[in-house]
T-cell receptor, first 113, second 112 residues
Framework: NAGVTQTPKFRVLKTGQSMTLLCAQDMNHEYMYWYRQDPGMGLRLIHYSVGEGTTAKGEVPDGYNVSRLKKQNFLLGLESAAPSQTSVYFC????????????FGPGTRLTVT | GIQVEQSPPDLILQEGANSTLRCNFSDSVNNLQWFHQNPWGQLINLFYIPSGTKQNGRLSATTVATERYSLLYISSSQTTDSGVYFCAVERNSGGSNYKLTFGKGTLLTVNP
């Protein structure tokens, strides 16, 4: 099992550009999450999904959109990137049968200039 | 929302020393996890421990849910233990709220 994978690993954007980050998991988990990590801080939840076709806002959702068209994939979109969105983005997945223990992907480092 | 405080913020050890990291949280929890973020940025699951004690090699963890704290013990530390250790909790809201709230972490440096 690959676990949780993220694409791409690194990206540099100019202000105003758009992009989509892809998260995939092969553990058949129901729940998926997107977090961002900024220097000196823990992770903060952006959006999450409790099943295929569902999404919900987390702690810091502004400027991001998400979609969960397939159970194994969770996409994070930036429609008009801003320098404040420079961060490391982590995807995670979990399942209620495991007590919601979350497993994380390797992260995507995004720089917006 | 729930508050998660980790201490100490920074810790420097000599190889072979033992250490204890603490996580305090402000409300009852369904889920508590400890993670190690290595120098390459990868988040590694250490323990899923909403209550009780678990051990895995040189690492062990104890959560006392009624007193709202968890401890991570590292024995005979090695340079590869260096990195940031995060505690994260899911607040008990009567059901699953799915959300992990992270502390700010403890930065551990183990010198040879």
């Amino acid at each position: 099992n690959a676990g949780v994978t993220q694409t791409p690993k690194f990206r540099v954007l100019k202000t105003g550009q758009s992009m989509t980050l892809l998260c995939a998991q092969d553990m058949n988990h129901e729940y998926m999450y997107w977090y961002r990590q900024d220097p000196g801080m823990g992770l903060r939840l952006i959006h999450y999904s409790v099943g295929e076709g569902t999404t919900a806002k987390g702690e810091v959702p502004d400027g991001y959109n998400v979609s969960r068209l397939k159970k194994q994939n969770f996409l994070l979109g930036l429609e008009s990137a801003a320098p404040s969105q420079t961060s490391v983005y982590f995807c995670a997945s979990s399942d209620w049968t495991g007590g919601n223990e979350q497993y994380f992907g390797p992260g995507t480092r995004l720089t917006v200039t | 929302g729930i508050q998660v405080e980790q201490s100490p913020p920074d810790l420097i050890l000599q190889e072979g020393a033992n250490s204890t990291l603490r996580c305090n949280f402000s409300d009852s929890v369904n889920n508590l996890q400890w993670f190690h973020q290595n120098p390459w940025g990868q988040l590694i699951n250490l323990f899923y421990i909403p209550s009780g004690t678990k051990q895995n090699g040189r690492l062990s963890a104890t959560t006392v849910a009624t007193e709202r704290y968890s401890l991570l013990y590292i024995s005979s530390s090695q340079t590869t233990d260096s990195g940031v250790y995060f505690c994260a909790v899911e607040r008990n809201s009567g059901g699953s709220n799915y959300k992990l709230t992270f502390g700010k972490g403890t930065l551990l440096t183990v010198n040879p």
